[in-house]
């Protein structure tokens, strides 16, 4: 039996020192937890004070405790948003009956395949930025890695915990799982593509804050309404969370931008093509930036599944996983005589047709996903307006570059005009980075490590966090 107290290590709010069953399960998984994070996690750093926010409960006093911890002692919680009296299925065809507090015998499958997926991304998006912070434009940046990092580690308890507490010996075993697979592994990679591309640059990073913890907020956002009501509580309360991790994306592109325009600006550079004279000065130029977004959208897009569903029609019907918002559309959150417009090739065309709602669900979810995309655009673009500058960043069409879906067979340019597969070959150039173009980003990541101070290619954020200095110690790296 293990000696560590851990109802005490673990904040939590789902009465743990009374459930034997359950600390059982969690004193076997911590250590193998531990083990996990320092092999697969952050590399190096282990023994630094990180200045890092901790959720110990889910109040607004509870869960922004900021001081100086080492990773490996952060307290990853199990936190619930608090439970609604009388919440009723809010969907589907059990729509109108109680919620479920244990797991609904016909849907077992079908929910543990939803929460093991979840689960899976959060360990995975550790894994990939893991050799991040050797290369950290400041230590700001470098605690925001951390603080990303170990919220997703915690992500990972939220999920585990459902699967412990209410799955039994197979919930168990997936617990394991989800520490045995690894991304990018040949043999035993992570569920879902985009978790296993690198994500070798702090570009990258901020490209996968912004656009991958977005598709991150919307599974959650449909899994937040969900009839099984411990599932939509752990989501509700990772929600606040997420919010973070979008932060840290959207306003590091943002400062990248920045700086490529005070670059252009002191060196007269007006032509948004001129790479070299951008380049030149250390900074990362427009058009490598949109290469950049190509690539983080598309594949992204990629997570939503195939527009057309039935996985995803199943999940709805059955209660379990909702639509973006569900409660504030206006329909009979059934949907079995609607339609939704689903865009497809057809006669060698992108086409909007009218489908059956149900299976469209994945379409619906992704289009939001679009809009709230385009929002970002826009504060992008921003920056570029506030500089003059004659350029506009923009998404790439819905169907450029696809694995997965309606699209995944066809050859799309970033305009989103079907061509054949030999014409985008010797075009890719156009709408993704270029190993030369990798290789420049690559070159720029040098770690700036004195604090205040920030590399090249970047601008200082307009705050610190929780109201710290400009020259704030975020990280005390020991020698
Ligand atoms: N790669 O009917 P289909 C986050 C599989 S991100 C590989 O098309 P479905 C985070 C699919 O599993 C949010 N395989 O789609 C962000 C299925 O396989 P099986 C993560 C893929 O099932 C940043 C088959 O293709 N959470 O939190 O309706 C940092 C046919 O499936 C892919 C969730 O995704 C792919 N891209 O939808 C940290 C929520 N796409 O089962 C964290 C939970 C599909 O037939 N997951 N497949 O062998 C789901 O709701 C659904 O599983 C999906 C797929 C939306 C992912």
């Given at each position: 039996m293990s000696e560590v107290d851990y109802t005490a290590l673990i904040p939590n709010n789902v009465d743990l020192a009374s459930d034997a069953r359950l600390k059982r399960a969690l004193e076997a998984w911590y250590p193998k937890y531990i083990e996990w994070w320092k092999t697969k996690g952050p590399v190096g750093f282990q023994d630094s004070d990180v200045?890092?926010?901790?959720?110990?409960?889910?109040?607004?006093?509870?869960?922004?405790?900021?001081?100086?911890?080492?990773?490996?002692?952060?307290?990853?919680?199990?936190?619930?948003?608090?439970?609604?009296?009388?919440?009723?299925?809010?969907?589907?065809?059990?729509?109108?009956?109680?919620?479920?507090?244990?797991v609904p015998g016909e849907y077992r499958a079908m929910l543990r395949r939803l929460i093991?997926?979840?689960?899976?991304?959060?360990?995975?998006?550790?894994?990939?930025q893991r050799f991040l912070g050797q290369t950290a434009p400041s230590l700001y940046d470098m605690r925001n890695l951390f603080q990303v990092n170990v919220e997703e580690g915690r992500h990972l308890w939220a999920m585990v915990y459902l699967l412990q507490k209410y799955f039994g010996r197979d919930g168990r075993e997936e617990a394991e799982d989800l520490l045995k697979r690894t991304s990018g592994d040949a043999d035993k990679p992570r569920i879902l593509g985009a978790f296993n591309e690198a994500t070798p640059d702090w570009l990258s990073f901020f490209m996968f804050t912004t656009f991958t913890d977005r598709d991150g907020k919307m599974q959650l956002e449909s899994l937040a309404t969900s009839g099984f009501d411990p599932l939509a509580r752990t989501t509700r309360f990772m929600l606040t969370e997420e919010g973070h991790h979008m932060f840290v994306g959207r306003t590091g592109v943002e400062r990248v931008i920045q700086k490529t325009c005070e670059v252009m600006k002191e060196h007269g550079i007006t032509d948004p093509a001129d790479k070299d004279g951008v380049r030149k000065h250390g900074a990362i130029d427009l058009a490598t930036i949109q290469k950049k977004i190509n690539f983080h959208y598309s594949v992204t897009l990629d997570l939503f599944g195939a527009e057309i569903s039935t996985n995803a029609a199943n999940s709805f019907n059955a209660?379990?996983?909702?639509?973006?918002?569900?409660?504030?559309?206006?329909?009979?959150?059934?949907?079995?005589?609607?339609t939704y417009p689903v865009s497809k090739v057809v006669d060698g065309k992108v086409q909007v047709v009218?489908?059956?709602?149900?299976?469209?669900?994945?379409?619906?979810?992704?289009?939001?996903?679009?809009?709230?995309?385009?929002k970002v655009m826009k504060r992008w673009n921003r920056v570029l307006q506030t500089h003059d500058l004659d350029y506009a960043l923009s998404l790439p069409h819905r169907a450029f570059s696809r694995a997965v879906g309606e699209f995944s067979d066809v050859y799309v340019t970033g305009a989103g005009e079907i061509v054949s597969e030999t014409e985008w070959n010797e075009r890719k150039d156009e709408w993704l980075a270029s190993d030369a173009d990798l290789e420049y980003i690559l070159s720029l990541m040098q770690s700036e490590t004195s604090p205040g101070k920030y590399a090249s290619w970047i601008a200082p954020p307009r705050a610190g966090i929780n109201g710290q200095a400009g020259d704030f110690e975020y990280v005390k790296l020991v020698a």
């Open positions: 200045y890092l926010r901790t959720a110990v409960g889910v109040d607004s006093e509870g869960w922004a405790k900021f001081g100086y911890v080492k990773m490996p002692e952060y307290r990853w919680g199990i936190l619930l948003a608090p439970k609604e009296e009388g919440r009723t299925i809010a969907f589907g065809q059990h729509k109108g009956e109680p919620v479920w507090q244990e093991v997926i979840q689960g899976d991304t959060e360990p995975a998006s550790v894994e990939q209660g379990l996983k909702g639509r973006f918002r569900e409660l504030k559309i206006d329909d009979d959150h059934q949907l079995e005589n609607d009218d489908t059956p709602a149900l299976s469209a669900i994945n379409a619906r979810l992704c289009d939001d996903y679009m809009d709230d995309c385009e």
